[in-house]
């Protein structure tokens, strides 16, 4: 399929100029076209589709995934290496089973979302999305928006997703492969893209959605939530940080050199770009794998992953965010004042900070990682107190036994997610964004009782 034949999507039409009254227009033929379709399909033909849609997404031999990947990073953000594993991880986890256990988590029963079902209390009880979703996707990661845009097919809700300018193409070409499969559900879904902020064409989406999903930064949620009229509901993902965790007896039992690579994936994924990604790496003194030795040896990982992974092109502002804090640590390893620094020669590809200063401290991303020393995870807790609220994942590096005992503490001082090191930027399908539930936050229950 030539990209010259994608037309279909308001986004589709490079140049065009949209309107309030055209953003209104298309919210109500999408309302129209969920009437017609979307709200009368059960669950397995949605499910099934949904399953046939990831299957072609890891094909190589898709003609949509080949445009995706031959496409300039400027659009997709990601160079074709980091970009095909990311969609792997991705769809791999779409499978029939798994969307199936999805709805069962939120629901108890699926049949709930086309019928009333038994409850134990001797009620009845049915769930109804919403019937239009406006979507805001963020700038710098278009996976989030692929579950997004499920999961409001799951609820057999229209939805508009409104893009950032320039970051539309990914989407495009995921909602093109709906439409392949399966038109009535792309006919249920409008993409477009915009720089935010219009006043007038997010006024129109806005007083047409009854629900509007949105990620991104606190302040642009902030204006979301004061430019939306009361009665509409708003799910907002804003800033996170996220961070690893190396048990001191974890090397005995899984292995130095894996632990080694499993900290470099969560580095490497989406060139560490989004709320799951690690920004520090706390690695626990007085076991056999010392944290100097612990940094140094994810410098050696990351300078070799960098030859079949690259990071690619990076914009010049984050480039030098890179460079300035690069200066500062080599500044304070030359007075040797508790700093070491590796990085890659002639290029900001990647960059490995060992700090004996605990206190949780954001990178400048792209594969720029902190390693410090912590004696024990009270210790950790203690430190990282001040971003308590902000934390949205921990990768733990221990036995499985250990693991659940280091999950209790985490999950009583709010962590929303604890997951194996190497598997931050993997989460299941069904995993609760910010300890929230995936569907359950867009539904309205009814329940009914009978005497």
Same mark, same amino acid.
């Given at each position: 399929m030539?990209?010259a ?5 308001l986004a589709?039409k490079a140049?065009?100029?949209l309107?309030?009254t055209?953003?209104?227009d298309a919210?109500?033929?999408l309302r ?8 009368q399909?059960?669950n ?5 589709k949904l ?6 997404w890891r094909?190589?031999n898709? $003609?949509?995934?080949?445009i %995706?990947?031959?496409?300039?990073? /400027?659009?997709? +953000?990601f160079?074709l290496?980091?970009?095909? #594993?990311g ?11 798994n969307?199936?256990?999805?709805l069962?988590q939120e629901f108890?029963?699926?049949t709930r ?5 038994s ?9 109804n999305?919403?019937?239009?979703i406006a979507h805001?996707?963020?700038g710098n990661?278009?996976?989030?928006v692929?579950q997004?845009?499920a999961?409001?097919l799951?609820l057999?809700?229209a939805?508009?997703?409104k ?9 495009r070409?995921f909602g ?5 499969? $399966?038109?009535g559900?792309? %006919?249920?879904?409008?993409?477009a /893209?915009w720089k +935010?902020?219009?006043e007038?064409?997010?006024s #129109?989406?806005f007083?047409e959605a009854?629900c509007?999903v949105?990620?991104?930064s ?12 009361l009665?509409?509901r708003?799910?907002g993902?804003?800033h996170r940080v996220?961070?690893g ?5 974890a ?5 130095t ?5 499993r900290a470099?994936?969560?580095v490497i994924?989406?060139n ?12 626990e003194?007085f076991g056999s794998?010392k ?9 050696? $990982?990351?300078e ?7 990071r690619?092109?990076?914009s010049t502002?984050?480039a030098?965010s890179?460079s300035t804090a690069r200066?500062f640590?080599?500044?304070?390893s030359?007075?040797n004042?508790?700093?070491?620094l590796?990085?890659s020669e002639e290029?900001t590809?990647?960059?490995v ?8 401290q ?10 410090k020393?912590i004696?024990?995870?009270?210790e ?8 308590r609220?902000s ?10 036994a ?8 985490l999950?009583?001082?709010?962590v929303?997610r ?14 609760r964004?910010?300890g ?6 867009l539904i309205r229950?009814?329940d009914?009782?009978?005497?």
């Amino acid at each position: 399929m030539p990209e010259a034949s994608l037309d279909y999507f308001l986004a589709d039409k490079a140049g065009a100029e949209l309107t309030g009254t055209l953003v209104t227009d298309a919210c109500q033929t999408l309302r129209h076209n969920r009437d017609d379709y979307l709200s009368q399909v059960g669950n397995e033909p949605i499910i099934a589709k949904l399953a046939e849609v990831a299957s072609l997404w890891r094909s190589p031999n898709y $003609e949509l995934r080949k445009i %995706a990947l031959a496409a300039d990073p /400027e659009e997709t +953000g990601f160079p074709l290496e980091v970009l095909a #594993a990311g969609l792997d991880a991705c769809f791999a986890d779409w499978t029939q089973e798994n969307f199936f256990m999805l709805l069962a988590q939120e629901f108890g029963d699926p049949t709930r979302l086309h019928s009333f079902a038994s409850q134990s209390n001797r009620t009845f009880s049915m769930v109804n999305g919403p019937q239009l979703i406006a979507h805001i996707a963020p700038g710098n990661l278009s996976v989030p928006v692929f579950q997004s845009i499920a999961f409001g097919l799951l609820l057999r809700s229209a939805q508009f997703l409104k893009c950032a300018s320039g970051k539309s193409l990914l989407p495009r070409l995921f909602g093109h492969s709906l439409h392949s499969v $399966e038109p009535g559900l792309a %006919a249920s879904l409008e993409i477009a /893209e915009w720089k +935010g902020g219009n006043e007038s064409l997010e006024s #129109a989406l806005f007083a047409e959605a009854d629900c509007v999903v949105a990620s991104g930064s606190d302040e642009s949620l902030i204006s979301i939530r004061q430019r939306l009229p009361l009665a509409k509901r708003l799910v907002g993902y804003g800033h996170r940080v996220s961070f690893g965790y190396v048990e001191k007896l974890a090397n005995e039992v899984m292995g130095t050199e894996a632990i080694i690579a499993r900290a470099a994936d969560d580095v490497i994924a989406w060139n560490q770009h989004g709320c799951l990604s690690p920004h520090v790496i706390y690695v626990e003194q007085f076991g056999s794998l010392k944290p100097e030795r612990f940094a140094e040896m994810l410098a050696e $990982e990351l300078e070799a992953r960098n030859e079949a992974m690259p990071r690619g092109p990076i914009s010049t502002q984050e480039a030098a965010s890179i460079s300035t804090a690069r200066r500062f640590y080599k500044i304070r390893s030359a007075n040797n004042v508790g700093a070491l620094l590796w990085e890659s020669e002639e290029s900001t590809d990647w960059t490995v900070v060992y700090e004996d200063e605990t206190q949780f401290q954001s990178s400048p991303l792209n594969r720029f990682i902190f390693v410090k020393p912590i004696k024990h995870l009270e210790e950790a807790l203690h430190v990282l107190e001040p971003i308590r609220e902000s934390v949205s994942t921990v990768g733990l590096a221990a036995s499985e036994a250990r693991m659940r005992e280091l999950a209790v503490p985490l999950a009583r001082w709010g962590v929303p997610r604890i997951c194996p090191l190497g598997q931050m930027q993997r989460p299941p399908l069904a995993w609760r964004h910010d300890g929230r539930p995936p569907l359950g936050e867009l539904i309205r229950w009814t329940d009914l009782e009978i005497g």
